[in-house]
């Protein structure tokens, strides 16, 4: 896959409970392409996967019940674990190019560079969730968090400020007019230099996904590409409770449970 593996697991299959398995894996600069390929699991966690180009490092544990075959129960899964990315380019998500295509915002609509972003997640009741990170396509910032299912339902939220200058330069489609409560783009006053804050909601599947626009109001605007158009907070890198070393003993001690001495 083009890059390094370590990993460690058991699985264990008495006759009074349920199959289990526990897994632990630590994943450097592996490819999005190869992965999206060949390993199923990966599909079922990053399903967005298909669309990017570039490698990866990522550390997860994760344990659930197996059925028929030995089979992985997804539903029971769960999991914590983080996705670092390095050079990545998304190209074609059609999440992205939805979204573009309502705010007519054409960076959107292109590969966006997501270069090198360290993003944690965990696994559990069938959805993968994600805190609130920072993703930037050309001049738009924006927070995006929230969860997808491992049946590929998205619940998320796409949180950012539109300048009233690009507002003002572009013809917004009337569907967005109608649901940013806007009748036409000259609405802002063209002496303030402000933002049109506003939260997308995605639904749907990542092939199919559904958009909701939703205005929040205006804010003062900031200097471009600075990280600050934003007036939402994004979260740390390093998620509070979870740490590599955590889900390093966490794996071991779910390991150990499993081994044959300690089954009835």
């Known amino acids: 896959l083009g890059g390094q593996i370590q990993l460690s697991g058991s699985y264990s299959s008495p006759k009074s409970k349920p199959a289990a398995f526990a897994f632990y894996y630590d994943l450097q600069k592996i490819d999005f392409q190869e992965s999206f390929k060949s390993l199923n699991t990966f599909r079922v966690l990053f399903p967005i996967g298909k669309y990017v180009a570039g490698s990866y490092s990522s550390n997860l544990f994760l344990s659930g019940n197996l059925g028929k075959g030995l089979v992985p129960d997804t539903r029971s899964m769960e999991g914590k674990g983080y996705l670092e990315t390095h050079n990545a380019i ?29 993003n944690w997640f965990e696994l559990r009741e069938g959805f993968v969730e994600v805190p ?29 400020a539109i300048p009233a200058q690009r507002l003002r330069e572009s013809i ?10 806007l009748k036409d783009t000259t609405l802002v006053n063209e002496t303030n230099d402000l933002n049109l804050s506003v939260t997308i909601k995605i639904e749907g599947t990542v092939e199919r996904p559904k958009l909701k626009v939703n205005k929040l109001g205006y804010s003062e605007a900031q200097k471009e590409n600075s990280g600050q158009n934003l007036p939402f907070p994004t979260t740390n890198t390093e998620k509070p409770g979870i740490s590599i070393d955590s889900l390093k003993a966490k794996a071991g001690e779910a390991l150990d449970e499993l081994r044959p001495d300690t089954l009835e």
């Open 132 to 160: 609130d990170f920072h993703l930037q396509a050309g001049q738009t910032d924006m927070v995006v968090g929230g969860r997808h299912g491992i049946d590929q339902r998205l619940d998320y939220t796409i949180q950012t």
């Open 90 to 118: 998304v190209t074609d998500l059609p999440i992205l190019n939805e979204l573009g295509k309502q705010l007519n915002i054409r960076a959107l609509q292109q590969s966006v560079n997501i270069g090198s972003s360290k």
């Open 172 to 181: 917004l489609p009337k569907n967005i007019l109608r649901a940013l409560k």
